[in-house]
């Protein structure tokens, strides 16, 4: 492949010749909050950017510079480059729709809740919290639509209500709150990663105290 970086000037202007490094940088990020990792199914956005290693100098691209990519000789993608870092030229970010990533639910095993109680507005009224931790097991399938191998990240990430417990297959590297997935799929295959996660499901129903509810019968 090789890229066309014009001014954003309708004047021809060549940037640089020579030749370089192309690579297809391919990450879908997964986090979840204490409803979202209920739901039956759900599915998750594949993001991808080009990026092109010159030999040679740096040079330095403005960002928002119109980039069109040729394969075999004709036009194939029309981008714009986002910065350059060294030697590095790094396309927009895109949503991949020849890979696609579906997440569904396998088990719910609910917790015992822990009951609390908080002020209401009203005096005789109160507040019921209802905390419990729930152990969820997740499915994503990765679908590779195209007709070549694909490398990709998996981002999955902690939030404060819901936490990693373990995954088939185990992460390639953690920095917490992140465990990152990299995985290759060839053409036309998919790959599956299973979590099991906790999930902490607060609820609140305002009822009326034991002790006026008596009062109420009389």
Known sequence: MQANVPTRKKIKLNWFKSKCEFNIERKVNIEYNANSSTYNKQEWDVIVKYVFVKEGE?????ANSPMTIYKNGLPFLFLTTTT???NKIISEELIDDDISVNDDIVQIIEG????TFEDALKPKEHIEVRTRSDKIIRKITIENKLDN???LILDFKQTKDVTFIKSDPTPSEIETPNHIYNIKIPS???SKITF???AKIVKRVTKIKPEFIKVLKK
């Open 188 to 190: 036309e295959e998919n």
């Open 149 to 151: 191998e694909i490398d």
């Open 58 to 62: 740096p040079k330095d691209i403005p």
């Open 84 to 86: 350059t870092i060294g």
């Open 196 to 198: 099991e996660i906790q």
């Open 112 to 115: 015992k809740p822990e009951i």
